[in-house]
């Protein structure tokens, strides 16, 4: 089991960034990457008594042993070179490590720690030259997907997911298919779920009936003998909800108290339309009438009096009274919404009945079962339509069979079946599990009918049609999906809603917050369609901002709500300087260079510092108040501790470069009293001063940040964790990201071409 | 979406408590005749980050007199029925070698009294909770077989304590080992799986063509499920199994339908509209559910959250505007210590809320405080050194006549949690030999 130090390029580079390393390792991860040669099975690897073996004994199993294996972690096992290869992921973790600097405590020699990289180095290349592309389980779709799919698939506005429990979160990201479980409340919700949606995908015509006593309508005026008494103008209002759109009459009882030139008017709404008016001229009740047309759904009928009149010297008093309200419908033919002849185009002749709902429900189940349904499925389904065509209709046997396909666990979760006889061997996926891969991965919905066409005509496997779908579908606005699901998680600004700056220091508005997300998924999304490089994301002269974002960040000349394209400051650019990732790694009331710091290292080189050893004590909390010392002062004290300083020495200087950036994001020179000092030395000794100059140095190493999101893009775009055995696959798309100048899009056209993306391995059976 | 919202909520429910009993209300409801006539309930109210243990234990053991510790001051209406409970531990939520990540596996211990196995990704592994263990025996008497709330949804970012997945920080109650059972968060969307929507009696259809209806469609994706998994392997197998399980609880929930709906009709109260802005009334409001949901004995088991472990929430209004999380690591800061107690008590306030409603809530010749007993407390005993022994709890309620109360009662360091629960267990009915790591049942308590 692994929990970081995925992959040794990125630990390799990050000693390399922080210069505790020469030039040489990088080289030989490169000459490792060149020698990459197919081989069927691993390559013995020279070394491995000398420059494994002799270390592990020497430095690692006093506290890493089978009796106290320390942060659970027993090196004392690999005894023989055999034993150390066929558990490769936990040897790959103990290099990340030692490469970094972080163990043993007090490092080892430079020779010692480069032969204990090559033999890893080695054994993992040759590891992953057996071309295994793992196996993805069962993915459900997650909430966005649920969202996205049910609109593409039905046109629904709706978005049934939102109300479903929080989807759990596996490496990063909330589309893993190990992670995404079905409880019973989820399941409850699914169900319900799917016979809203498909109460209101196909419509059953029902004939609606209903009388309001007055006295439900809530508002204006007061309740009296069952009505109500409207004696000033106002309005009273009451929820309803019609199960099928169409032409309904409006029955209104009521009576005037009159006075004054005109009798009292009466406005009959619904939502915010007035559909009626009414002139109460009698003082005994009477019944008014009118036709309306009303979508299906929810809907608020309000009774508005609209001309009060009194006088209080005669006592002269208008009022008006309503009994009742009654609505029956729909009158007249159904007007079938789009969205029904999508699923029933016309309605058969009897005794067709039968074999049109077979043809019909094959076409909609291809469609949400997002491959052609098989005989068998038809079979099944057959029964559901049956049991509410009889003793119902053509339609409610259609409505519940769509429910049905909501229902089903073809349509809830992304299958991949292998083929009978395929054993434990790769197999290259066919069209149609391609189609979902690539439109879960690009929109998180369902493949468009472009997709499931090629699919069909078995076209989509081709390399070259691969490509070119991909860029269409980059460049389709439903790429947007890919910042708001993939980039929002690989950065973190999912945490932008439930972060609480402290409302009096760093008042944030609900609006704000939103805004921050959106530049940053509007920036990622301008690098992704523009085919601009990765490096963009370090630096910038350009950002999306609206006019409350950019009063945030003192950008002049921007109005309005819209977000647009600007040239931003030499100071900002890039996701390091957006409020966004500013306000995400802040405590409440100040900045933490530190959570800045391995955000830096987490997210841009991959390389995850150690969680802190338990009862480390936290700064002291009047740290913010700054009355005696300043915050770095504070935590070059802490950071006195060996203990905390192997990897403090690596983050706190990254914060403490972006210190110019308030909690919220903003620029500040000062804080408190002090002036701000945004100074910090690496490892090494690389010393910086400043957002602008921390830039430079973290844009020398892009090719451990190619390598990390390279990483990162392939977990989502596989929904699951990525390991040792993927390495080449990842080594690969890195060495075309760069061919393709870096881009972003030459990244994703990498993942989906990749082994892992195009094949998976049968599960044995 | 402002405090408006409970209040106008509860006066519905003030309507609903003139009444005598709920069974007055309803004559004739199936529930009267298979239920018992005053239930046990079981309820179990999380914390995170541990507590300022120095403003929690009381100073003498035995009989609760004299003045309670400032933290559990708010519960001084309530004091006769409360036990504080000293000594207790959860040793499976300490590292054993696995390092850090307390948080996530604290929480995930705290019922189940097993070690999580550390993993942010596939497999995650831990063990049934003392909730579920009830509810799977006894959940078939009631619509629910259990209620799970909270207020803070599961994890939205990354892995949420050291390696460990946010199904561990987010979870108290686990179904199986692999299963944990999510949360509602949303006040408005436990009201509505309660007590329906309305939209049934709206379109005006008739209730047994309904169940028909919905009966074949169980009955295809039952049949689906069945096929798909005898083709598929590893660990999508797991999945379908998920689906299955949970497909065949709510198919037994079928059969309840109709008390249901009668309570709903009963209960008169109107839903409340959605997440309220101020925490203390979110609390509350989902107390209210929970409280609702025992009244109309739609579930005796319920697990309630008030955050996930390791929460960063800022406390404006018990004028902490610093991070809990960030507080909780006091480091020996009498300043932040004070701040700590400060949010302890702030929880402890809203726990006194619900308290104190279950105690106005007549039940025959007692109250729904007596005929209950609620647990409440942290996984992390104190959050600075993250200890799993000498755990913050308290158990209140008269369980149905076999708990005392007003009493501090102090254990042998290091007794198992899970022994207390088995004692819990017995008291609700349904004995179970072990749980997680229990060695025995606890002496003493009930």
């Known amino acids: 089991m692994r929990t970081r130090g995925k992959t040794t390029i990125r630990a390799a580079a990050l000693a390399l960034a922080v210069g505790t390393m020469g030039m040489a390792t990088l080289r030989s991860v490169e000459a490792a990457q060149a020698r990459k040669t197919p081989a069927k099975t691993p390559k013995k690897v020279a070394g491995f008594a000398r420059d494994v073996k002799a270390v592990l004994d020497a430095k690692c199993v006093a506290c890493h042993n089978a009796a106290s294996p320390a942060a659970g972690l027993n090196l004392a096992k690999y005894k023989t070179e055999a034993q150390a290869l066929a558990d490769l992921g936990t040897m790959e973790k103990a290099m990340g490590r030692i490469v970094a600097g972080e163990m043993p405590p007090g490092g080892l020699p430079t020779a010692q720690r480069t032969a204990f990289q090559a033999w890893t180095q080695d054994a993992l290349n040759a590891q992953c030259r057996l071309a295994d592309p793992g196996r993805v389980t069962l993915r459900r779709l997650n909430r966005?997907?649920?969202?996205?799919?049910?609109?593409?698939?039905?046109?629904?506005?709706?978005?049934?997911?939102?109300?479903?429990?929080?989807?759990?979160?596996?490496?990063?990201?909330?589309?893993?298919?190990?992670?995404?479980?079905?409880?019973p409340l989820l399941m409850e919700k699914l169900l319900d779920s799917a016979e809203k949606l498909a109460r209101e995908a196909v419509v059953v015509p029902r004939l609606f009936t209903r009388r309001y006593a007055g006295s439900d309508f809530s508002g204006a005026g007061s309740d009296r003998e069952g009505g109500l008494?409207?004696?000033?103008?106002?309005?009273?209002?009451?929820?309803?909800?019609?199960?099928?759109?169409?032409d309904y009459r409006l029955r209104v009882k009521a009576r005037g108290e009159?006075?004054?030139?005109?009798?009292?008017?009466?406005?009959?709404?619904?939502?915010?339309?007035?559909?009626?008016?009414?002139?109460?001229?009698?003082?005994?009740?009477?019944?008014?009438?009118?036709?309306v047309k009303i979508p299906a759904g929810a809907h608020r009928i309000g009774v508005q009096f609209t001309n009060d009149y009194y006088v209080a010297a005669t006592k002269e008093d208008r009022n008006l009274f309503v009994e009742s309200v009654e609505l029956t419908g729909p009158t007249g033919a159904i007007a079938y919404p789009e969205t029904h002849r999508r699923i029933v185009p016309f309605e058969p002749a009897k005794g067709q009945e039968e074999a049109t709902?077979?043809?019909?429900?094959?076409?909609?189940?291809a469609r949400a079962f997002r491959r052609p349904a098989t005989p068998q499925d038809l079979d099944r389904l057959m029964p559901v339509w049956q049991a509410g065509f009889k003793g119902g209709s053509f339609d409610e046997g259609m409505q519940l069979a769509v429910q049905a396909c909501l229902s089903s666990p073809r349509f809830l979760f992304r299958l991949e079946q292998d083929p009978p006889g395929t054993g434990a061997k790769v197999r290259a996926l066919d069209g149609y599990e391609l189609a979902s891969r690539l439109s879960y991965f690009l929109w998180s919905t369902m493949p468009d009918a472009e997709l499931l066409d090629l699919a069909a005509k078995g076209k989509l496997v081709q390399p070259a049609v691969l490509r070119a779908q991909a860029k269409r579908m980059i460049a389709d606005p439903r790429a947007a999906a890919l910042a708001d699901n993939f980039a929002a998680q690989w950065l973190g600004l999912r945490k932008l809603a439930i972060v609480e700056p402290d409302p009096k220091q760093y008042p944030v508005s609900p609006a704000l917050r939103k805004d921050m997300g959106t530049e940053t998924e509007r920036f990622f999304l301008a690098i992704l369609q523009n085919g601009r490089p990765i490096t963009d994301f370090i630096d910038a002269d350009y950002s999306y901002v609206n006019e409350r974002l950019a009063q945030h960040y003192g950008i002049e000349g921007v109005t309005g709500n819209e977000f647009r394209r600007v040239k931003v400051p030499a100071d900002r650019g890039g996701v390091l300087s957006q409020a966004s990732v500013l306000t995400v790694t802040s405590n409440p009331t100040r900045t933490s260079p530190t959570k800045r710091g391995k955000w830096v290292l987490e997210n841009i080189f991959g390389t995850p510092p150690p969680p802190p050893p338990p009862g480390v004590s936290d700064i002291p909390s009047e740290a913010h108040q700054l009355e005696a010392t300043t915050l770095r002062q504070l935590m070059e004290q802490h950071r006195k501790n060996p203990a905390c300083s192997v990897c403090h020495q690596k983050m706190d200087p990254i914060g403490f470069g972006m210190e110019n950036f308030d909690p919220i994001g903003r620029w500040r020179t000062k804080e408190g009293k002090f002036d701000v000092d945004a100074s910090g030395a690496l490892p090494g000794g690389v010393s910086f001063r400043g957002p602008t100059q921390l830039k430079k140095i973290i844009l020398g190493q892009k090719d451990l940040f190619a390598h990390a999101l390279a990483e990162k893009m392939l977990t989502y775009a596989l929904g699951r964790g990525v390991d040792f055995k993927d390495k080449c696959a990842l080594d690969a798309a890195v060495v075309a990201t760069k061919g393709g100048g870096y881009r972003l899009d030459s990244l994703v056209l990498a993942v989906v071409t990749s082994d892992p993306f195009l094949k998976r391995k049968g599960n044995g059976k | 979406m402002n405090p408006i919202d409970r209040r106008t909520f509860l006066r519905g429910m003030g309507a609903m408590m003139a009444l005598p009993t709920l069974e007055r209300m309803m004559p004739g409801v199936a529930l009267a005749a298979s239920a018992p006539k005053n239930p046990v309930r079981m309820a179990f109210l999380f914390v995170p980050n541990g507590i300022n243990m120095s403003q929690w234990t009381p100073a003498a053991e035995g009989a609760l007199v004299g003045a309670l510790p400032s933290t559990l001051q708010p519960l001084e209406g309530v004091r006769s029925s409360l036990n504080v409970l000293t000594g207790l531990a959860q040793h499976n939520a300490f590292a054993l070698g696995d390092g850090p990540g307390d948080h996530a596996r604290s929480t995930a211990c705290w019922l189940t009294g097993v070690h999580a196995r550390k993993?942010?990704?596939?497999?995650?592994?831990?063990?049934?909770?003392?909730?579920?263990?009830?509810?799977?025996?006894?959940?078939?008497?009631?619509?629910?077989?259990s209620l799970e709330?909270?207020?803070?949804?599961?994890?939205?970012?990354?892995?949420?304590?050291?390696?460990?997945?946010?199904?561990?920080?987010?979870?108290?109650?686990?179904?199986?080992?692999?299963q944990p059972v999510a949360k509602e968060t949303n006040p408005r969307l436990v009201f509505e799986r309660l007590f329906g929507n309305g939209d049934a009696a709206e379109q005006g259809e008739s209730l047994a063509r309904r169940r028909l209806l919905k009966q074949s469609i169980l009955d295809f994706v039952s049949e689906d499920a069945g096929r798909l998994k005898a083709s598929l392997g590893g660990r999508d197998v797991r999945k379908l199994d998920e689906y299955f399980t949970a497909v065949r609880e709510i198919e037994t929930r079928l059969e309840k339908f109709e008390s249901a709906q009668a309570a709903r009709a009963a209960a008169g109260v109107a839903a409340p509209r959605g997440i309220p802005q101020d925490y203390a009334e979110h609390i509350r409001l989902m107390g209210d559910m929970m409280i609702l949901a025992f009244q109309a004995d739609l579930t005796r088991v319920c697990t309630f959250m008030f955050a996930n472990d390791g929460s960063n929430r800022s406390y404006v209004q018990a004028g902490v505007p610093e991070g809990h999380h960030d507080m909780s690591h006091h480091g020996g800061d009498p300043a932040k210590l004070e701040k700590k107690a400060r949010i302890d008590r702030f929880h402890v306030e809203q726990l006194a809320y619900v308290l104190n409603r279950m105690k106005s809530i007549k039940e025959g010749?007692?109250?729904?405080?007596?005929?209950?007993?609620?647990l409440y407390g942290a996984g992390i005993s104190d959050g600075n050194r993250h200890n799993h022994d000498d755990l913050p709890l308290l158990m209140a309620g008269g369980a149905g006549g076999r708990l005392k109360g007003g009493r501090h009662m102090t254990f042998e360091p290091n007794t198992p949690l899970t022994n207390l629960f088995l004692s819990m267990l017995d008291t609700m009915g349904v004995p179970a030999e072990t749980l997680g790591d229990s060695t025995g049942k606890l002496k003493g308590v009930f």
């Open chain 2, 149 to 178: 709330i909270g207020c803070e949804r599961s994890g939205l970012a990354g892995d949420c304590d050291s390696g460990y997945s946010c199904a561990y920080s987010s979870n108290v109650s686990w179904k199986s080992a692999t």
């Open chain 1, 357 to 365: 709902a077979r043809k019909f429900i094959a076409a909609f189940a």
């Open chain 1, 258 to 291: 009159l006075a004054g030139p005109e009798a009292p008017k009466l406005e009959v709404r619904v939502d915010d339309a007035v559909v009626a008016n009414f002139v109460v001229e009698d003082r005994k009740l009477r019944e008014f009438e009118a036709g």
């Open chain 2, 365 to 374: 010749d007692g109250t729904m405080l007596d005929n209950t007993m609620l």
């Open chain 1, 144 to 183: 966005a997907e649920y969202n996205n799919t049910v609109a593409d698939l039905l046109g629904t506005k709706t978005r049934p997911a939102d109300d479903f429990p929080g989807d759990d979160v596996g490496n990063g990201f909330d589309n893993m298919g190990d992670v995404l479980s079905v409880s």
């Open chain 1, 229 to 246: 008494y409207l004696p000033t103008s106002g309005v009273a209002s009451k929820e309803i909800r019609l199960p099928t759109a169409g």
């Open chain 2, 119 to 145: 993993t942010n990704g596939s497999d995650i592994q831990n063990g049934p909770s003392v909730d579920q263990v009830a509810a799977m025996r006894m959940g078939n008497q009631t619509r629910f077989a």
